[in-house]
C-alpha cells in the first residue's frame, strides 16, 4: 500500500514552466507504477504520464511526450512533473496514482488503485 500527496500548483501564465510533485509514502514504492492523470470539469480523465518507480524510466500519453516530462528522487521520494510552456488547456485538477507492478506504458486511470486528493493548475493570463 502507498500513500499519495501531490504538492506544488498553482497558477502561471501561458509558457511559463510549473512542476507539481507527489509524495510517495510507503515500504513498497519502488514496485509501484505511478502516473499522473488530469481531468477539467465535464470531461473524462485523462492520463499524462507514468513511470515505473525502481527503474525511474517514463512513459507518456497521446500527446504528452515533450510538454511533459516525468520524473523521480528516489532519495525523498517524489514523483516530479514539470509542465514545459504550458497552455490554457493544461488547465486542470491533477492527480497522481499508483499501483503495484511494473509498467512500461502508461496504465489506463480505471487500471490505478491508490490515488492523491489532486492539486489544481491554472494557466492563464
Known amino acids: 500500500q502507498v500513500q499519495l500527496e501531490e504538492f506544488g500548483g498553482g497558477s502561471v501564465q501561458p509558457g511559463e514552466s510549473l512542476r507539481v510533485s507527489c509524495r510517495v509514502s510507503?515500504?513498497?514504492?519502488?514496485?509501484?507504477?505511478i502516473g499522473w492523470y488530469r481531468q477539467v470539469p465535464g470531461k473524462e480523465r485523462q492520463g499524462v504520464g507514468s513511470?515505473?518507480?525502481?527503474?525511474?524510466?517514463?512513459a507518456y500519453g497521446d500527446g504528452m511526450k515533450g510538454r511533459f516530462t516525468i520524473s523521480r528522487d528516489n532519495s525523498k521520494p517524489i514523483v516530479m512533473l514539470q509542465m514545459n510552456a504550458p497552455n490554457p488547456e493544461d488547465s486542470a485538477m491533477y492527480y497522481c496514482?499508483?499501483?503495484?507492478?511494473?509498467?512500461?506504458?502508461?496504465?489506463?486511470?480505471?487500471?490505478?488503485?491508490?490515488w492523491g486528493s489532486g492539486i489544481q493548475v491554472t494557466i492563464s493570463s
Open positions: 496514482a499508483a499501483r503495484e507492478g511494473y509498467c512500461t506504458s502508461l496504465p489506463p486511470s480505471a487500471a490505478m488503485m491508490y
Open positions: 510507503g515500504n513498497r514504492h519502488h514496485n509501484f507504477c
Open positions: 513511470l515505473y518507480f525502481a527503474s525511474g524510466v517514463p
